[in-house]
């Protein structure tokens, strides 16, 4: 029921400051209940015209009614009362009160803002795979510096001083090391095999390490090379250990790697550390070794039913004589090594055909592993 202004009777504050609650209340109530300009209008013309609105009706009924020694403490209700219900009709707007409100809520049965959490990256999925198959055969991980000298990345490896391999086109050296003598220039390391030396002087026989790493080459960036890439070297050491052994476990690791089907096939091979050397292949995983798929030759081992996966041997004894103080007498011991390249094997097995979008960066290609 629209509010109406009552007559007074009674002029004591108690009465007067009810009336004037009730009609604050009632001003407010109306102003929420504003849904258009049109009712906006009509709420402020009946609150606050000149002629028979509401102000105006609580002045003629309530002020100039009052008695005599009522009239000092009704005109400051009055007063009081004018001012709220103003200050309450000037802020009235379309939509009324109660949706400003309505705006700010949060609604807290709504879902988060999910952050994507990033997945392995397809090298480093492949990097701990191999690594773990490793570990799982008691091997123990080592890890040396990317910036080598001559004579840990070739001299103790058994490279020959002239090796082709020190060309400037193979290999980046760091600038201005000239005047030092070979063995202690500085070079970014092209393979992970450093870290075999580094581990056998600080570390007794028996030993047994996987070597995980970046190395750097001095190879301009294509579809199967770049600047930069990944190596996992292992390396075993102890009294009678045979080419067999060297055998067994590199078989035993292509089943983990590759599924139990995949047979393995070494064929003689030549590495300046390791003698006798051998080149490892394994059954294709993608054509299971027939050389087609379906209709078509199979590319990623050109038909042949066998791919490359990585190079081994026996540890040459000219490497022990660099260790011999530590233990390595090539007389005694005996071992083997092998690397493998965790990008290569990375492309293949998820037939990935550009090496580039390993390193790219770009969100379309990563998300595939996500
Ligand atoms: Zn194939």
């Given amino acids: 029921m ?3 202004v009552p007559k007074l009777t009674d002029y004591s504050p108690g009465a007067l400051e009810e009336a004037a609650s009730e009609c604050v209340g009632a001003c407010a109530g109306e102003a929420a209940e504003v849904r258009s300009e049109a009712e906006l209008k009509a709420f402020r013309d009946r609150w606050m015209a000149r002629k028979n609105g509401i102000l105006t009706q609580i002045n003629d009924l309530w002020l100039k009614s009052a008695p005599k020694d009522a009239k000092r403490e009704a005109g ?20 009324g009160d109660g949706n400003s409100l309505a705006a700010e809520q949060v609604d807290i049965s709504l879902p988060g803002v999910r952050r994507p959490i990033g997945a392995e990256h397809p090298v480093m999925r492949t990097w701990h795979e191999i690594v773990s198959v ?10 040396g510096p990317v910036v080598e000298t001559d004579y840990y990345n070739f001299e103790a490896l058994n490279f020959p001083p002239n090796h082709p391999a020190r060309d400037t086109q193979d290999t980046l050296f760091i600038a201005g090391q000239q005047s030092k003598p070979q063995r202690e220039r500085l070079l970014l390391r092209t393979h992970t095999s450093p870290v075999q030396i580094r581990t056998m002087e600080k570390m007794r026989p028996p030993i047994r390490i996987v070597i995980p790493g970046t190395v750097h080459r001095n190879d301009p960036p294509d579809a199967s090379h770049s600047p930069m890439f990944h190596q996992i070297e292992g390396l075993a050491v102890d009294n009678n250990i045979t080419f067999g052994d060297l055998k067994g476990t590199l078989d035993h690791a292509m089943k983990t790697l590759f599924g139990s089907s995949v047979k393995t096939h070494f064929r003689p091979s030549f590495f300046p550390f390791t003698e006798p050397s051998a080149e490892l292949y394994v059954t294709c995983f993608i054509c299971g070794g027939s050389g087609k798929r379906g209709a078509d030759s199979c590319r990623p081992c050109k038909q042949t039913g066998w791919i490359e996966v990585l190079g081994c041997g026996m540890v040459d004894p000219n490497v022990f004589e660099f260790v011999k103080h530590n233990g ?10 092998f690397g493998m390249g965790v990008d290569r094997l990375a492309l293949l097995k998820y037939g990935v055909d550009d090496i580039q ?14």
């Fill in 357 to 370: 979008l390993f390193f790219q960066g770009d969100v379309r290609f990563l998300q595939q592993f996500g």
């Fill in 2 to 4: 629209a509010y109406t």
């Fill in 134 to 143: 490793f570990q799982k055969l008691g091997y123990s991980v080592a890890e």
């Fill in 328 to 337: 390595y007498d090539p007389k005694k011991v005996s071992g083997f090594a």
């Fill in 76 to 95: 400051i209700r009055v007063n009081e009362l004018k001012a709220r219900i103003t200050e309450t009709v000037e802020a009235a707007h379309v939509g």
